[in-house]
């Protein structure tokens, strides 16, 4: 039997539902047995989301076990909102089970306090595709000006534009380092900003990779207590966005080598930061490709 796209969406909605109510019965229960004293409460978590990297389906699972932000008990923070709501977040954050979104390192440390914190990194040139992919089909809330909006992922790759070059340029290790706003990055060479992301990586409970992700999301759930990070399923937000349309088949299209090359310098301190990750969690550095590893 082959069903409509609309009945697909309707039955993925539905079973996503579900298990929502489930994993709130859960915790429920699992609240009672903290109280009883059978069972220790979740520990407070924060999840570095750089973007691009797995935060969606992350970031659901906290939810859907913890409850939304209107619970308090969940707190979304990004370096791209207006100064004021901002600091108002940072403050909320401070005290909340969870707080996840697209902040950097600095941020960070403003409200750390005791929580454990980790952060999952992706091939940069893997992360790239996929948001020059996510910004190709966006139609709500893309962050580029009109203009930009249908150009091609070639396009986006050799752009000079700032709008751009926000979302595309050595992201991980800007991220890591300092913020994720391009705007008000402090550093001033490349260097320094994957010497800093470099020695920040030893700062983090856990720092996990898209591609060992289920272990990874196992080895946080256990050491979190909050057990929807061990079952986390898959969320592909560029095709979510993309439907059913065949118009933009190049939004979920590897890079070709023409494109590797054509963005290096998008990813050359990128690469250095994923690699040392790779490196200091003794995990196979199989990062750097022979033909690029000389030029970083």
């Not at 039955?11 to 009672?32: A, P, S, T």
């Not at 992922?153 to 595309?168: F, G, P, T, Y």
């Not at 930061?273 to 990062?287: F, L, T």
Request: hydrophobic share 40%.
């Amino acid at each position: 039997m082959s069903w409509s796209p609309i009945t697909l969406k309707l039955r993925d909605e539905m079973k996503v539902l579900i298990q929502r109510r489930v994993d709130r019965l859960r915790r429920k229960l699992h609240q009672v047995a903290e109280i009883a004293g059978t069972r220790v409460a979740p520990r407070r978590v924060i999840f570095m989301h750089v973007p691009k990297c797995a935060g969606s389906t992350i970031i659901w699972a906290a939810k859907s076990y913890l409850g939304t932000e209107k619970s308090g008990h969940v707190v979304l923070l990004d370096d791209f909102m207006p100064a004021q709501k901002r600091q108002q977040q940072i403050a909320r954050a401070k005290d909340a089970l969870f707080v996840g979104g697209h902040f950097g390192f600095e941020t960070l440390e403003q409200i750390r306090k005791d929580a454990y914190v980790f952060t999952i990194l992706r091939d940069p040139y893997e992360r790239l595709r996929s948001m020059c992919g996510y910004l190709t089909v966006l139609r709500k809330k893309n962050p580029l000006p009109e203009h930009l909006k249908n150009v091609s992922v070639d396009a986006l790759l050799s752009s000079r534009d700032d709008a751009i070059l926000q979302w595309s340029d050595n992201m991980i290790a800007r991220a890591m380092a300092q913020t994720c706003d391009r705007g008000r990055a402090r550093f001033l060479s490349l260097d320094a900003m994957v010497a800093t992301a470099i020695r920040n990586l030893k700062s983090f409970d856990h720092v996990g990779f898209v591609d060992t992700i289920d272990q990874d999301m196992l080895t946080i759930a256990q050491a979190t207590r909050i057990p929807t990070f061990a079952n986390l399923g898959h969320q592909n937000t560029t095709k979510s966005h993309l439907g059913s349309t065949t118009t933009r088949p190049e939004a979920l299209a590897p890079l070709s080598a023409k494109m590797r090359t054509m963005a290096l310098h998008l990813v050359r301190g990128d690469l250095r930061v994923y690699d040392a990750a790779s490196r200091s969690g003794d995990r196979a550095a199989e990062v750097v490709e022979a033909p690029f590893a000389q030029a970083i």
